[in-house]
């Protein structure tokens, strides 16, 4: 069977820092870009981050650009997001998709989504 599945969600206080992590069961993740999305409790998805399939080109929002990290270990099956300085303003469900591109993500072409991982950035 198909399956993401993310980790590494939590509760943190601002300036702390995570480690997610989105692995693949039943399929590999060497052909295709992987993204990260989030989603704020009333706010739409928006992406975060996307690696190639080789990882060699990267892209951020601006607004995580210099704190995030996102990698990949294709060996493992894996992709990860590191997440630094974190602020209040990060609290999101965070989900990882597969693109049906091998080098960039769009959302609408975007799939495979997992069920996401909370992290909540609060004093």
């Known amino acids: 069977q198909l399956q993401l599945v993310e980790s590494g969600g939590g509760l943190v206080q601002p300036g702390g820092s995570l480690r997610l992590s989105c692995a693949a069961s039943?399929?590999?993740?060497?052909?295709?870009?992987i993204g990260w999305f989030r989603q704020a409790p009333g706010k739409d998805r928006e992406a975060v981050s996307c690696?190639?399939?080789?990882?060699?080109?990267?892209n951020y929002a601006d607004s995580v650009k210099g704190r995030f990290t996102i990698s990949r270990d294709n060996a493992k099956n894996t992709v990860y997001l590191q997440m630094n300085s974190l602020q209040p303003e990060d609290t999101a469900n965070y989900t990882c998709a597969v693109s049906r591109n091998y080098r960039i993500c769009i959302m609408t072409d975007m799939h495979y989504w997992g069920k996401g991982t909370l992290v909540t950035v609060s004093s």
């Open positions: 690696i190639s399939r080789g990882g060699s080109f990267t």
């Open positions: 039943g399929f590999t993740l060497d052909y295709s870009a």
